[in-house]
């Protein structure tokens, strides 16, 4: 089986704004590490909270949306993946997010019994998009994202990133709202080089080269 080399960088807290010194990585909760290789443009953001195994406390959240704020200005990344750096946890269930999931009544259910699901039952409640066998490395569902993560690459980040805010967005409003929402998406599409390239390549039948501009 042909493997392809990921080059993998060190895990570093991204430095917060304003401060002098970025502290030991091993000390922050959210760490970041960007791929390198043909894996360039995925960078992997690892949730490390052991001792409350990922629950989203106050340090936890604003280092999270410290990061992605700077992330978020960083055009070079196309894919976030999030790990966890706990042990059999991802990141511990939430009161608003879940009954939008999966309903209130069960959304109560997995809150106040707090019941832990298997892969496999959060597979079938369609909590998760996946549920694969374990491998022998362990890191089986890291493989997965990754694996999705690398599909998504090299698609046209403009489109990917609009078409993320024309679901976030369309979700939350009525359908001829979220129908308007989508008619502004594509409309900042349109003057990008990225849609001619991506018709250039379908008319030439090659492998389109989107470059996010």
């Not at 679901?167 to 001619?196: F, H, K, W």
């Not at 250039?200 to 989107?210: I, L, Q, S, Y």
Request: proline share 4%.
């Amino acid at each position: 089986m042909l493997r392809v080399l990921c080059l993998l960088r060190p895990w570093r807290p991204l430095r917060a704004r304003g401060c002098a010194s970025d502290g030991a990585a091993g000390g922050s909760e959210i760490q970041v590490r960007a791929l390198a290789g043909p894996d360039q443009g995925i960078t992997e953001i690892l949730m490390n909270r052991p001792s409350a195994r990922n629950a989203l406390g106050n340090v936890f959240v604003s280092e999270l949306l410290e990061t992605l704020a700077q992330l978020r200005e960083d055009r070079q990344v196309r894919v976030l993946l999030f790990r966890s750096g706990v042990k059999g946890v991802f990141c511990a269930g939430g009161t608003q997010r879940l009954p939008r999931c999966l309903g209130v009544a069960l959304a109560k259910e997995l809150i106040f019994t707090g019941r832990r699901l298997s892969g496999t039952e959060a597979h079938v409640l369609g909590l998760v998009n996946h549920a694969v066998a374990q491998n022998e490395e362990g890191d089986a569902a890291y493989q997965r994202a990754r694996a999705l993560a690398q599909e998504i690459l090299p698609q046209a980040p403009i489109a990917v990133r609009l078409g993320k805010v024309a679901i976030d967005r369309g979700t939350e409003v009525d359908i001829a709202s979220g129908m308007a929402i989508e008619g502004m998406c594509y409309a900042q599409n349109i003057p990008t080089r990225d849609r001619l390239e991506g018709m250039a390549a379908f008319r030439e039948k090659r492998t389109p080269k989107f470059v996010g501009k």
